[in-house]
């Protein structure tokens, strides 16, 4: 049987289909004004954003926005990482397909992970090919490949990705994930890095300097009970995320520090669909102030 990470994957529907009934009655401006609200406590300022979720939120309300669609798709964004001349840090990836029926499993090694080019959703992770269930993984793969679509009001630009199925090489044995260290980039310098941590359990996060010293952003209740040793690359970690933000005004850039060596997770530019939930309303205010420094 494959183990399915989900990564919040629940949540984030429930919120796009009441994104998607708010944003089809009433427009997706009023859609991205109720959903800060109800998070702030307090009406968003598309118009002269300050905090880093207003700049987001408004920068998504432009068509613009789209053109982040080649970077956010995880097959197409490799061209982007082989030309900053870090195809180093490039994870394999062994095909990419339409439908998950084209798959040719017995090509594949004896262990990998299945997930969406266009981020809609649960990964599929197979640590024993012998003993995976390949209609079950099929449809399931079917069904994720298709889940973009609850993106359309959150996060538009994954829905102009062509969906592919990519199936990539796994880090570690599948049973412990490792941590992701995500650096949240304004004008090409690190403002924070973002830990996810316990991700076995249903994750959880904290925020810390470049240095690894913390920073009050995160909300308690998504804390770790006690924060991440520092990565054996730290430095190498900040250096590639800076070359990889330098192109854009904000970027998430994530990365692994596995064993020895760091890999390319994926770029985002519209962390949390925006709204940042595990940062405090002093967080994404200072965030927001970066902007301008």
Wanted: with cysteine; proline share 5%.
């Amino acid at each position: 049987m494959p183990i399915v990470e989900d990564k919040g994957n629940w949540r984030s529907q429930l919120n796009s289909k009441l994104a998607d009934i708010i944003a089809n009655v009433l427009g997706q401006r009023i859609n991205y004004t109720i959903r800060y609200y109800s998070h702030r406590h307090r009406l968003p300022n598309f118009k002269h954003p300050k905090d880093l979720s207003e700049r987001i939120l408004s920068a998504m309300l432009s068509k613009d926005f789209l053109k982040y669609a080649d970077y956010t798709d995880k097959v197409k964004v490799h061209d982007y990482i082989k030309a900053k001349g870090l195809e180093d840090i490039l994870l394999k990836q062994y095909g990419a397909w339409e439908d998950a029926h084209q798959i040719r499993f017995d090509e594949l090694p004896d262990r990998f992970i299945l997930k969406a080019n266009n981020g809609s959703g649960g990964h599929v992770i197979c640590t024993e090919r012998s003993k995976l269930n390949i209609p079950e993984t099929v449809d399931m793969m079917n069904v994720i490949l298709k889940d973009a679509n609850h993106l359309r009001n959150t996060e538009p630009h994954y829905c102009v990705i062509k969906p592919m199925i990519l199936a990539e090489e796994l880090l570690g044995d599948g049973k412990v994930l490792p941590v992701d260290y995500k650096f949240h980039c304004i004008k090409g310098k690190i403002a924070d890095a973002f830990i996810v941590c316990e991700r076995e359990n249903g994750a959880k996060y904290c925020t810390l300097d470049k240095n690894w010293n913390p920073l009050p952003y995160t909300l308690p209740e998504y804390q770790p009970k006690q924060i991440p040793p520092k990565p054996e690359h730290l430095e190498e970690l900040v250096r590639i995320s800076e070359i990889l933000s330098a192109d854009f005004e904000f970027v998430r850039v994530d990365l692994y520090d596995f064993e020895g060596n760091v890999y390319f997770g994926e770029l985002t530019f519209s962390p949390w669909g925006g709204i940042m939930n595990s940062y405090s309303n002093e967080g994404i205010k200072i965030l927001g102030k970066k902007f301008n420094e």
